[in-house]
């Protein structure tokens, strides 16, 4: 009989090495926050969702959350789940 095994991910054990955006979309989210002045950046995460497992999501944040990692460009913000 064969056994399989399932590997882990932890953040813990990798290096963050950040998100790239393009120019077109660090525009838009300056756009975007431009008209709301509550709006601090664009929070992006990742969440369990159907079968395949996961889905990509994302929000405009008045203030990142407590457990997030912040990060920034020259001409736009966003806010990473840890």
Avoid at 33 to 58: H, R, T
Wanted: charged letters at 20%.
């Amino acid at each position: 009989m064969q056994q399989e095994s399932v590997g882990t991910f932890s953040l813990d054990d990798n290096v963050w090495q950040g998100v790239t955006i393009t120019d077109s979309a660090a525009a838009q989210i300056t756009r975007l926050m431009q008209q709301d002045p509550e709006i601090k950046g664009l929070q992006l995460g990742v969440k369990q969702s159907g079968c395949a497992g996961f889905a990509y999501v994302m929000d405009m944040a008045k203030e990142p959350a407590s457990d997030v990692l912040v990060s920034s460009m020259v001409v736009a913000r966003y806010f990473t789940y840890r």
